[in-house]
């Protein structure tokens, strides 16, 4: 994700749009509810894509049962 400084809007027409492209019904009232839960959640992906971990960071172990 490139770092333009500002923060990133989803808007209603956003909503409706990309509700289409994956063919999900999102009810008029609640898009505007959507958009400002995708723009806050496109901050905390922000957030995480920034951060930079040191060389010496491992994975954690993988158990499978």
Excluded: C, K, N, W
């Excluded at 990133?8 to 898009?31: C, K, M, N």
């Excluded at 920034?50 to 010496?56: D, I, N, Q, R, V």
Aim: no cysteine.
């Amino acid at each position: 994700m490139a770092d333009t400084g500002e923060p990133v809007r989803v808007t209603e027409s956003d909503v409706e749009r990309l509700a289409a492209q994956v063919g999900l019904a999102i009810a008029p009232e609640s898009r505007a509810a959507v958009a400002q839960h995708l723009t806050a959640l496109l901050a905390a992906v922000r957030l995480i894509d920034e951060l930079t971990l040191p060389g010496a960071t491992e994975p954690a172990p993988r158990f499978e049962p």
